[in-house]
């Protein structure tokens, strides 16, 4: 099992930056990478970034390329995710996730519980 839990969001004006993070516990190992989601009101849930826990690999939605840094920390078994010139269209509940590659596809199995980014206009 492993347990997440996201920290660090809440009301920002557009324009403005906001960094969320995501302590993972327990199994840990069990994971190969971390991932970022979001999910808007009345939108499914869709791929912010994804960060290996070793290396350098990161990877970016069209929408966040250049605006959205992920991060990680493993002595801390943590994830972070800076979000700068931020736009009302970023507003959503962002969940980090634990994935594992099988094949060429990844899967995740473990989810935080999310924390809430809302961008004013």
């Known amino acids: 099992q492993v347990q997440l839990a996201e920290s660090g969001g809440g009301l920002v004006q557009a324009g403005g930056s906001l960094r969320l993070s995501c302590a993972a516990s327990?199994?840990?190992?069990?994971?190969?990478?971390m991932g970022w989601f979001r999910q808007a009101p009345g939108k499914e849930r869709e791929f912010v970034a994804r960060?290996?826990?070793?290396?350098?690999?990161?990877i970016y939605a069209d929408s966040v390329k250049g605006r959205f840094t992920i991060s990680r920390d493993n002595a801390k078994n943590t994830v972070y995710l800076q979000m700068n010139s931020l736009k009302p269209e970023d507003t959503a509940v962002y969940y980090c996730?634990?994935?594992?590659?099988?094949?060429?596809?990844?899967?995740?199995?473990?989810w935080g519980q999310g924390t809430q980014v809302t961008v004013s206009s």
């Open positions: 996730a634990a994935g594992m590659l099988y094949g060429s596809s990844w899967s995740y199995d473990y």
């Open positions: 327990g199994r840990t190992v069990s994971s190969a990478a």
């Open positions: 960060i290996r826990w070793s290396g350098a690999t990161t």
